[in-house]
């Protein structure tokens, strides 16, 4: 694939790492926003091939992981409604809610459809008159412009029985909120390529400057990555704390002005609670006042929630970079991908999936020992 | 090595108790559903062998004997439906014992409401998938079920074939040592279905590999290959195929990712769905595992019959159970099974 | 978050909506091209749930490599001799 392979090249990824372990003379510790990221760095092993210095934290860039359980357990509700055709993306099938979920509202008779774009749900909504569909909008900014297309498509074209439960979120208010920790360690981010894409460089300089850590943008190929790691770790060593973009053949300093129109029209910016870690001030989009007909929080009617069950779930402070899959006492026993105690063992990107996917097995050979968690 | 202490009762507690989707899928729940329920309610030496086929000494002969549903949706799609499958498939299962399949057996769930055309169709596909496979449908069943209590079409088919008095192929005899051949590209059936199916769908020329599988390994055992063991990858893909292998043989088996071969559109369309190839569903692929001595041949005879054959890997004694691929950088990752299907992501 | 891939643009419809048939190699799929107004046929674009995103800037492509090549020359003279 063009644009793809090309950036996968392994001896180029090797050269790029024994120009990481030339440049870093000190420890350092680099967290990685995206889930896309950790993927990508977990499947070509790159934080295998960085110096013992070079430590790579996981932080909340999985917007499955970080939607509140109030809000799994309102999708698994209107799921369950049998009026209703409940569409969403595959990853928040697993995602627990208080006491099941959305597979499991299916398995009892629920329609719930996987979708690849809202778009399709909209199509779903115009062959279904008569039903009442409703999609699952969660994501990063990099998902709203498209979340956003599909409510103002719905708008033009009248589509009455077409509603969205909103639950995005925006990551310079995490970065920030992971900053302000007086127990933060991370020295530097790798931000979220795609995110900026959307939303450009803009918002992420006030954080640079304020906290004094670059902050590199990058793609998610091997050698993007490394790209940004590998400037990263030169910033740091000059103890510089700018914000550079790695991913220039997507990225542009003002973004998409197109979709940012689109997002501002759309949505309006709203708090946030990020599970495992809390409300975020101004880190949420919600439908604005002009759409708020599309709003399915609006449209249906919600049992009382239940407030969210205390468990042994450490995925906050997992999410926050600060503890590790295995520092958990429930992981590999009480929490597994088929048992999930929380988002992060559900989630293909999430940091307890991954880990215990790629690396559980070998934490007990010293040769496999992972320096990403 | 850590045990499995990870499954504590039949039914993971997340499902209620109730059958989900994920228990048909190949994975890691199916497999807990027929170790915690099935196998112990009729445990016998034939069912605890856990290979395709069950063989048995009838006479002086032995017969190998197996049986598949169809539950397969849409009941067309490019390069095959329903019926087709459900011929290959139990052949298939037969052929991976190292049997050469003679006769099956067709039981039919009908809904009612479905199309009588479409039932022709299908039972034509049955017709010439038999025929090319050289087997007889000899005995069947129908019954109709009311509508709305099935996908139109439900289909069980069982097979039996004779297996050759030097033919000894079950996970019992892997070794450690064994090359493990893979007979052509991975993905193609699974991608086909999503390129169809309403909300992931694209445009491809992509079509099912379903085919019937008993012509490479006939192959295979008149060169007088050392066969140890078969299995075709189906639901679940190559990672589901190796895992139950490894957890049967005890071994552990070592594969080089780069070494699978995928074609351009499966590649593509995992990239863009987010799914790993190597867990996606096939029909007409197998591994093979063979005695190293025999590996360079056994790879020449399978790429005659599907250019795309490869030898992926190893078995060892590392972990046994474990499953490990090295990618594409050369570093190893577990190839663990999945819980249940995999999902396409947007994440 | 932000599973998004590069396809080459085929064929465009609509005039107030733009779509595009994307080709992901093997795979076309439809994508929306309202947020990348001056995508043309034959142009790539970065798509994300059947939206793009982004065209991708053909320049900007190989900096990665010609990065590489200038700091791979400095990391050959600093690294010790073998």
């Given amino acids: 694939m063009k644009y793809v392979d090309e950036y996968r090249d392994p001896r180029a990824a090797e050269k790029f790492a024994r120009a990481i372990r030339s440049l870093a003379t000190r420890p350092w510790k680099i967290m990685e926003v995206c889930g896309g990221q950790t993927h990508a760095i977990v499947r070509f092993g790159i934080d295998r091939m960085l110096p013992e210095q070079i430590s790579l934290i996981h932080g909340p860039g999985c917007p499955v992981c970080v939607t509140a359980q109030e809000t799994v357990d309102q999708a698994i509700e209107i799921a369950a409604n049998p009026e209703v055709i409940f569409c969403s993306f595959g990853d928040m099938l697993r995602v627990p809610g208080s006491n099941r979920d959305l597979l499991a509202v299916k398995a009892s008779g629920g329609d719930v459809r996987i979708v690849y774009s809202p778009l399709d749900a909209l199509a779903i909504a115009r062959a279904n008159p008569a039903r009442q569909v409703v999609f699952f909008a969660v994501g990063f900014e990099t998902t709203a412009p498209v979340n956003a297309m599909a409510v103002y498509q719905a708008k033009r074209q009248g589509l009455r029985n077409f509603s969205m439960l909103v639950s995005h979120v925006m990551v310079p208010p995490a970065i920030e909120a992971i900053l302000s920790s007086r127990e933060c360690g991370v020295d530097g981010f790798l931000a979220a390529g795609h995110v900026c894409t959307v939303m450009g460089l803009e918002e992420y300089r006030p954080i640079a400057a304020k906290y004094q850590v670059p902050i590199l943008v990058t793609g998610f190929e091997p050698l993007d990555i490394l790209q940004g790691i590998y400037m990263c770790v030169r910033q740091l060593e000059a103890g510089s704390a700018r914000v550079e973009n790695q991913y220039s053949r997507a990225v542009r300093a003002n973004g998409n002005l197109e979709a940012r129109r689109l997002i501002a029209e759309v949505f309006r910016v709203v708090p946030r609670k990020w599970r495992g870690i809390g409300e975020i001030d101004r880190s949420g989009l919600a439908l604005s006042a002009a759409y708020a007909e599309f709003d399915a929080e609006g449209r249906f009617s919600f049992a009382r929630q239940a407030a969210p069950k205390a468990s042994e779930c450490i995925s906050g402070s997992i999410l926050k970079g600060l503890k590790k899959p295995s520092e958990c006492p429930a992981f590999g026993t009480r929490c597994t991908p088929e048992m999930p105690l929380g988002a992060t063992m559900v989630s293909s990107e999430g940091a307890c999936a991954a880990y215990f996917r790629y690396r559980q097995r070998s934490a007990a050979s010293p040769a496999g020992a992972s320096r990403h968690f | ?347 | 978050m932000c599973l998004a891939v590069p396809g080459k643009i085929l064929s465009i419809t609509g005039d107030d909506l733009r779509s595009a048939r994307v080709d992901f190699g093997g795979i076309i799929k439809e994508a929306c091209l309202a947020c990348v107004p001056e995508a043309e046929v034959g142009d790539y674009v970065i798509v994300h749930a059947g939206f793009a995103i982004t065209r991708v800037e053909e320049s900007e492509a190989r900096r990665v490599f010609e990065y590489l090549e200038s700091i791979g020359a400095l990391a050959d003279l600093e690294e010790p001799r073998r």
Wanted: aromatic share 6%; glycine share 12%; charged share 20%.
């Fill in chain 2, 1 to 347: 090595m850590a045990q499995d202490f990870r499954l504590r009762c039949p039914l993971p507690a997340a499902t209620g108790g109730t059958i989900q989707l994920a228990h048909g899928g190949g994975g890691r729940m199916m497999r807990s559903l027929i170790e915690r329920l099935f196998l112990p309610a009729f445990s016998n030496g034939y069912l605890d062998a856990k290979h395709d086929s069950a063989v048995m000494r009838i006479g002086s002969g032995r017969i190998a004997f197996t049986t598949d549903t169809y539950v397969v949706s849409p009941l067309f799609f490019p390069g095959g439906d329903i019926g087709k499958l459900a011929v290959y498939g139990t052949v298939n299962d037969l052929a991976m014992a190292g049997a050469r399949p003679s006769y099956l057996s067709a039981g039919f769930i009908l809904e009612e409401g479905l199309p009588i055309e479409t039932l022709e169709s299908i039972v034509h596909s049955m017709r010439e998938a038999a025929g090319i496979a050289g087997v007889e449908l000899v005995t069947g069943d129908t019954k109709v079920v009311d509508r709305g209590k099935g996908d139109g079409v439900f289909i069980n088919t069982a097979g039996i074939g004779l297996v050759g008095s030097e033919v000894e192929i079950s996970p019992a005899r892997v070794a450690p040592g064994d090359a493990v051949l893979l007979s052509g590209d991975v993905g193609r059936h699974g991608i086909t279905i999503m390129s169809v199916r309403e909300g992931l769908g694209f445009e491809t020329s992509l079509e099912s590999d379903c085919a019937p599988l008993w012509p490479p390994i006939s192959a295979l055992l008149e060169a007088g290959i050392e066969i140890h063991c078969l299995r075709d990858l189906t639901r679940g893909g190559l990672a589901s195929a190796l895992n139950e292998i490894a957890t049967d043989a005890g071994v552990g088996i070592s594969i080089e990712e780069a070494a699978v071969a995928k074609c351009e559109a499966v590649a593509a369309a995992c990239e863009i769905l987010g799914l790993d190839p190597l867990y996606v569903a096939n029909e007409g692929r197998f591994a093979a595992f063979v005695a190293p001595r025999h590996a360079e041949r056994a790879l020449e005879i399978l790429k005659t019959h599907e250019t795309t054959a490869s030898l992926i890997g190893t078995v060892g004694n590392r972990g046994p159970g474990l499953v490990e691929a090295r990618g594409p950088f050369g570093h190893p990752r577990i190839l663990d099974l999945l819980s249940g299907e995999q999902m396409p992501r947007i994440c």
